[in-house]
């Protein structure tokens, strides 16, 4: 069975600092990794996808991304208490295109204002 | 563009009844996932669909669940009878390449 492993949390940071979220994952095949973030109650909202190693930067968000060590990470600059929700990493399950993804549980981050 | 659409939102049977969750994807995507949802878990794949046709349904407790997508667009995701631990959020997504998938607002079960 793959996995997709992340920390439940409460992660709780004040507003302003830097949240870190992490995620690692055990098929080391998989190719494309995703963020959600998960509000009480709504359905997950993709907010970043990542395929290749390194930084991919969008707006206050970075995905880091290292095939090597199975390991990705989200980073939220200038955290605001909107942030507050759970964040579900998701990972693909090879061969890449259209698969079903395979999700963690989900890191709960709490915005302290 | 119009999201993924399901209904009903929420739903409340007794156990041993049957029921029945509705999905339309995105427009154009040909690919369709039903997820369930345990409260405090990930969301996690139940059968998938590429067009009509299924693509992986093997973790679709087929003794009680069925899912049909006739003419490749709606879909609908049948358990009969339901149990106690069916009690979850039932989740349409869709993708049209890449992996990339959009969820619906999803269908809050409650078996008692």
């Known amino acids: 069975q793959k996995e997709v492993e992340q920390n439940s949390g409460p992660l709780s940071v004040p507003e302003g600092a830097i949240a870190s979220l992490n995620c690692t994952y055990s098929?080391?095949?998989?190719?494309?990794f995703f963020w959600y973030r998960q509000y009480s109650g709504k359905s997950p909202e993709l907010i970043m996808s990542i395929y290749s190693n390194g930084d991919k930067e969008d707006g206050r968000f970075t995905a880091q991304l290292n095939k090597a060590s199975q390991y990705v990470s989200l980073l939220i600059r200038d955290s605001q208490p909107s942030d507050s929700a759970t964040y579900l990493c998701a990972v693909d399950r090879p061969p890449s295109g259209n698969t079903p993804l395979v999700f963690g549980k989900g890191t709960r981050l709490s915005v302290i204002a | 563009e119009a999201g993924v659409a399901q209904s009903p939102r929420y739903k409340i049977i007794e156990k041993r009844q049957s029921v029945a969750f509705w999905c339309n994807p995105i427009?154009?995507?040909?690919?369709l996932y039903w997820y369930q949802q345990i409260l405090g878990q990930g969301p996690k794949l139940l059968i998938q669909f590429q067009n009509n046709g299924v693509v992986d349904d093997s973790q679709l407790p087929k003794d009680r669940f069925s899912a049909e997508r006739l003419k490749g667009v709606d879909s609908t995701l049948k358990i009969q009878p339901a149990k106690l631990e069916d009690s979850a959020v039932y989740l349409c997504?869709?993708?049209?390449?890449?992996?990339?998938?959009?969820f619906g607002p999803g269908t809050r079960l409650t078996v008692l």
């Open positions: 997504a869709s993708s049209l390449s890449a992996s990339e998938q959009f």
């Open positions: 098929d080391r095949v998989s190719q494309s």
């Open positions: 427009s154009g995507h040909a690919t």
